[in-house]
Structure formats: C-alpha cells, structure tokens
C-alpha cells in the first residue's frame, strides 16, 4: 500500500504537469492553411485547379500547393522567392506552401530542366484584405 502525504503530492503533481504539458502543445503549432491548390505542368501550359478565376490574394493568405508534372521533359516551378527542383517527366511532384506577406505583385514561372528561360509565366496582385465596417 502506497500512502501519499501532502508534502510529496505538491511534487508529483509539478512533474506530472511537466510532462504532459510539452506534449499537448505539439498539436497547436502548424500551417494555416487558407486554400489548396494543384498546379499541374503539360508540354500544353499549365493547370490550376480550382481554376484561377482570379488572379488577386490578401495579404497573410497561406497556399499549400502541390506540382505535378506530367511533360515530358523535365520542369522547375516557382512563385516568389521558392522553387522546386527539376520534377521528374511523366508524374514527378513536389508539395510546398507560399505565404502572401506584402501586397504588390507575386510572379509564377515554369522552365524546362536548367535552360535560363521561363517557359510559362504568371502574377498575382496581392492588396491587403477589405477592412470589417
């Protein structure tokens, strides 16, 4: 029989709470994120789904993209500042996610392998998001 006084209940309870605390905190932190998008690359051009009806985002808006490649050759894709590594022809991916910190223009491009130029571009208008009234 195992007897607990008030003087070793304080301890135990402060290294219990120690314990659990950390790990319940692992899963409060992660991504945000606001929209999800497949972008695929042909030899054609390449595919937005959802279709790009609009080519605006708001500020502090975060996009999980995933890039598919099915060319057949192989191709890079970048918004911003990131950029993948050439995807393999005929199925290569790579999933990232872009976040829309300052307004102003947002430019996307594609290329074919380590050839300089851009086989495909695009931009998106960043504004800051309407105010509440």
């Not at 005929?90 to 050839?115: E, H, L």
């Amino acid at each position: 029989m195992i007897v607990i006084t008030r003087a070793w209940l304080a301890p135990v309870v402060a290294v219990g709470l120690a314990l659990v605390v950390p790990f319940t905190a692992f899963g409060t932190t992660g991504t945000q994120t606001d929209l999800k998008e497949l972008v695929t690359l042909t030899d054609k051009g390449v595919v937005w789904r959802p279709a790009l009806h609009r080519r605006t985002a708001t500020t502090g808006t975060t996009v999980k993209l995933h890039v598919v490649n099915k060319a057949s050759q192989p191709h890079w894709f970048a918004i911003g500042k990131r950029k993948t590594k050439p995807l393999a022809a005929g199925g290569g991916s790579a999933t990232f996610f872009y976040s829309f910190t300052k307004p102003g223009t947002v430019i996307w491009r594609t290329g074919m392998g380590d050839v300089a130029g851009p086989a495909f571009h695009g931009a998106f208008k960043v504004v800051f998001p309407p105010h509440f009234h």
